[in-house]
């Protein structure tokens, strides 16, 4: 069976354009690290300069995913053990975990509302005044939120607010290149809010594999050092950076077409009736589907049979997520299962 795949756009394929420049990369180490606190591998380093200046920041690290970058990330910033103010439904603490486990780096989660993906701004307040927090974390596009877009007057908002307390700013921009595009607002302004940023070069920009981190000098060459400790540096990267060095110069324009593609997918369901909740504002549709009377797992068992693979957020929730490899007609037949199958199982009232 074919299927309609709209799990993540993590699916994405690498382009021919990539697995070529992959083939003809200059290599060298990465791990023989020379004064400047830069590898030997020319291509890496091109991956690397390209990305800071493309974020407006003095430097860049290549991750092997964005999971490590953050984790990087967040143990250069912080001290084990301190408290860090996060979104109660943001990726790092939900999916990835690894810093706030006490068997890990062992950060103390502050937990704040973040509806729509921004943090209450009168709890961030609050949790500044009575906690000793070392860092303050926002993610961009927001995943749970189903890939909401943080405008850019809220980021000065918290930028100006988390700075008054003294504290560092960290941006999970995973999709910062998604907010980007769909705001028509450039990275670098995004970027310009936070002290550092993570950002994926492996969903919808199309690489195989691999995260960047961005920031100051000093801050990229301590989370180097972190980088090593974890295991996260890697020898010829260069080969795996010229995938990257292609996501960044041909692949970030058409992530509009992802977002055209995912707004004809939730238009085409509104008209059978389908009321999305949120409006769709990047590669993303969030479908509740509590009203089937049916929990998520099932419903996304449904889906499989019918030929659409979606991904469950929570027991009342799924996503659907559009990216390079599926096309608006894909997308479009997608919606046509999907109602089919939403109206034999409405409960009729
Ligand atoms: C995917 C994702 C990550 C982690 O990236 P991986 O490369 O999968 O480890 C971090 N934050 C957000 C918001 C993500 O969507």
Redesign the pocket.
């Known amino acids: 069976m074919e299927f309609i795949d709209l799990r993540s756009d ?1 699916l994405t394929q690498p382009t021919l354009a990539m697995r070529k420049a992959m083939m003809e990369a200059e290599l060298g180490d990465d791990g023989r690290v020379g004064s400047q606190g830069k590898g030997e591998d020319p291509t890496l380093n091109k991956l690397e300069a390209m990305a800071a200046d493309i974020l407006g920041k003095e430097r860049a690290l290549f991750m092997p ?6 984790l990087t990330a967040l143990m250069t910033h912080c001290k084990r053990g301190n408290p860090v103010v996060v979104g109660e439904h ?3 603490l939900i ?2 975990k690894g810093p706030f486990m006490p068997e890990l780096y062992g950060l103390v989660p502050i937990k704040v509302p973040d509806p729509a993906g921004k943090l209450d701004l009168a709890f961030l307040e609050k949790a500044l005044k009575e906690n000793s927090a070392r860092l303050v974390c926002v ?1 961009n ?3 749970f939120s189903g890939g909401a877009v943080i405008p850019l007057e809220y980021l000065h908002k918290i930028r100006t607010l988390v700075r008054a307390h003294g504290l560092p700013l960290h941006m ?1 921009g ?2 910062i290149f998604n907010a980007a595009v769909a705001s028509g607002v450039e990275a670098k302004t995004i970027a310009a809010t936070a002290d550092s940023v ?1 950002f ?1 070069l ?2 919808g920009l199309s690489s195989p594999v691999g ?1 960047m981190i961005v920031g100051t000098e000093k801050f990229i060459l301590a989370a180097r050092e972190w980088r090593k400790i974890l295991g996260g540096q890697m020898r010829q990267a260069g080969v795996l950076a010229a995938a990257g060095i292609e996501s960044l110069q041909n692949l970030v324009g058409r992530l509009a077409e992802d977002h055209q593609k995912a707004k004809a997918l939730a238009t085409a369901l509104e008209k059978e009736g389908i009321f999305m909740g949120e409006k769709v504002q990047t590669n993303m549709v969030k479908l509740d589907v509590s009203v089937l009377k049916l929990s998520s797992k099932d419903f996304q068992t449904e889906l499989t049979k019918r030929g659409v693979k979606v991904h469950t957020l929570s027991p009342t929730e799924v996503r659907l997520v559009t990216h390079k490899d599926v096309s608006e007609q894909d997308c479009l037949a997608a919606a046509r299962i999907i109602s089919q199958f939403w109206k034999k199982r409405l409960p009729r009232s």
């Open positions: 993590t995913s964005g999971t490590m970058g953050n943001a990726h790092v999916s990835e993610e596009t927001h995943n999970d995973a999709r993570q994926c492996s969903k995260s």
